[in-house]
């Protein structure tokens, strides 16, 4: 084995941050890996005796591949040295255990012969796994063509023709056999597997993928809807058909759409709020309970909300796509702005309270079963579209992501293979949203309540936390330190974003969960979700994982400074008020960090 090359500490870069990696003196260790093919012949696996150090990697295969040699880190093949691996061999090599990202390596697609029984929130189990063929096509990007449009669902009742359309595709779906991968059931549990459980990661059998709560939120769902749409439009015989969206980001679409409620139409579902259906608005910080608001606030609170998530509080990739999530990671790392706000409320506020589990919307593994669903996923897609087009946002260019692999069936039935890399345009994959529909939540922008000495008063009469990890039963204020108190320019603020961490969330991951976060606000009461002192919330949609979930909360507060004028202070008072949720919830700490931008 090659000597180490690299001096006694290595700085390596891992996604959205650098990490650094020590060697030592016996920085050597031996690993026998299983390197298998998706459906793998179990009696023929080909074996790789492997060698690693900080100075790079020598793997002998047995089945007759060459000796191959990757000096240094930033060329190691990941993928081969992860495949087979699990978790423990490969960080517990020498100089290795600190630096989770020095061998980082895109999720791969999960074996379908590898599923199991998803978790329901309640603790009882559901098969999800979907039909398995040996048969996989690597997708290709469709031949130019007319572009599918998608519109604003609550306009469609005026369009007759595209309505029964849309009623006879999911009629088609509901009438297929339920092994079929194209009958509404299989779609349901396409969630339901990729996000209760049902798989565990390739090569890391005691870890689950899980597509929420990181940065695979928007691609999965995009390329989740993008197969559900070609399939309703093969079973109608029009390929043109397009998904409508549930248009909840403005005060028309801010309920229910009136074609998802008719008890008679295909489109139509038992299982949901029996309270929240029409004329009843959305609220898009629901915590599990309907608060007494007049409507002209709700849309006021609405819309600020829609511009902090969209606008103030999308700063960063890390804050808008969520946490990175590479193959060996633990699920769950930390939500983006918008999977977290409105898109975790919107599930609760949709499912039916009188279930056990908050059916069907209310909870991952049943979601799938309402076309609800698909509408309020596909203005979700439609928020990363506005995100890019209109409001300057980019996509990841880290390859953890980019190389992400899904597993669908098409309209045809066939199993596709799908990359993230390949879902970032949508007019590559044939679709575009309606530009004609407004947006009047880019100019809605929250106000504080208070003066600045009324607030610092109204601050200081309260009592704060000083011994974490702390319960959140109740109420709680803690004092943050701000990294610095000088006023930074508008150009430091673009290249580094300033941000609320509130770290080791943890909690079981079967109930609903809610706390609302505020900044300076008065210690007696708390502000409207329409004003500066509301910095965000943590909203969790249940569903069990084989243990208990721990993530992290961040929030960008540039803006929020400026509003409050606290751009020069030295701490900021951070209160949660929990809202929703049983059991015990632990915080681990809190600080204010300089996130960078890109």
Not at 4 to 14: E, F, Q, R
Not at 382 to 405: Q, V
Request: contains cysteine; proline residues 8%; hydrophobic residues 30%.
């Amino acid at each position: 084995m090659a000597s180490s090359s690299l001096p006694p500490t290595a700085t390596l870069t891992g996604p959205y941050s650098t990490k650094t990696l020590s060697s030592s003196s016996s920085s050597t260790s031996s690993i026998t890996t299983s390197l298998s093919p998706f459906f793998p012949n179990k009696s023929q696996k080909p074996t790789k005796q492997c060698s690693v150090s900080v100075g790079g990697v020598r793997c002998q295969a047995k089945n007759g591949d060459n000796d191959h040699l990757e000096q240094g880190l930033g060329k190691l093949d990941r993928r081969n040295m992860l495949i087979g691996l699990g978790a423990g061999g490969l960080y517990g090599a020498a100089g290795l255990e600190n630096n989770p990202f020095a061998f980082a390596a895109p999720v791969s697609a999960p074996d379908f012969t590898e599923c199991g029984p998803a978790d329901k929130p309640d603790g009882s189990t559901i098969d999800c796994c979907p039909p398995i063929t040996k048969t996989i096509i690597d997708f290709k990007l469709p031949d130019p063509g007319p572009l599918r449009t998608r519109r604003p669902a609550q306009d469609l009742a005026k369009d007759p023709v595209y309505l029964a359309k849309y009623k006879k595709a999911v009629a088609l779906m509901r009438a297929l056999p339920d092994d079929d991968p194209r009958s509404l059931a299989q779609q349901a549990m396409v969630h339901c597997s990729y996000c209760d459980g049902g798989y565990p990661q390739v090569g890391f059998p005691d870890l689950e993928i899980q597509v929420h709560f990181c940065w695979l939120f928007y691609p999965f769902h995009r390329w989740y809807l993008y197969f559900y749409e070609k399939i309703m439009g093969e079973l109608i015989g029009d390929p043109t058909f397009a998904l409508p969206f549930w248009n909840w980001d403005a005060p028309a679409g801010m309920y229910i759409p009136e074609i998802f409620t008719d008890p008679t139409s295909s489109l139509y579902d038992q299982y949901r709020n029996a309270a929240h259906q029409p004329p009843k608005l959305l609220d898009l910080n629901y915590g599990g309970s309907d608060d007494d608001v007049d409507d002209a606030t709700r849309i006021k609170e609405n819309l600020t909300t829609m511009y902090q998530q969209m606008v103030s509080k999308a700063t960063s990739h890390r804050l808008f796509y969520g946490e990175p999530y590479s193959a060996g990671d633990d699920a769950s790392p930390g939500a983006g702005n918008i999977e977290s706000i409105p898109h975790n409320n919107i599930h609760l506020w949709s499912g039916d309270p009188k279930q056990t589990n908050g059916e069907n919307m209310g909870a991952f593994y049943s979601a799938g079963r309402d076309p609800l669903f698909y509408s309020h996923h596909s203005n979700v897609d439609r928020m990363w579209s506005i995100y890019k087009d209109l409001l300057g946002g980019t996509d990841i260019d880290k390859t953890d992501w980019l190389d992400t692999e899904f597993l669908f069936y098409d309209e045809k039935k066939n199993l596709v293979r799908v990359k993230v890399r390949d879902s970032l345009d949508t007019k590559k994959l044939g679709y575009v949203y309606d530009n004609k529909v407004p947006i009047p939540w880019l100019k809605a922008k929250p106000n504080p309540r208070k003066s600045q000495n009324q607030r610092k008063a109204a601050v200081s009469s309260g009592d704060l936390t000083t011994t974490f990890p702390a319960t959140l039963s109740d109420k709680i204020s803690v004092e943050v330190a701000r990294p610095s108190t000088t006023k930074r320019t508008s150009e430091q603020k673009k290249a580094q974003d300033e941000v609320l961490v509130i770290k080791g969330i943890e909690f079981a991951g079967n109930e609903p969960l809610k706390f609302d976060v505020f900044v300076n606000d008065d210690a007696d009461s708390e502000a409207g979700k329409d004003q500066s002192e509301f910095a965000g919330s943590f909203i969790h949609v249940p569903h069990k994982q084989k243990k208990n979930i721990k993530t992290n909360l961040r929030l960008s507060i540039t803006k929020l400074l400026e509003e409050l004028d606290a751009e020069t202070d030295k701490s900021l008072v951070v209160t949660l008020v929990p809202k929703l949720g049983k059991g015990p919830i632990t915080i681990g700490g809190f600080s204010i960090e300089l996130l960078n931008t890109t």
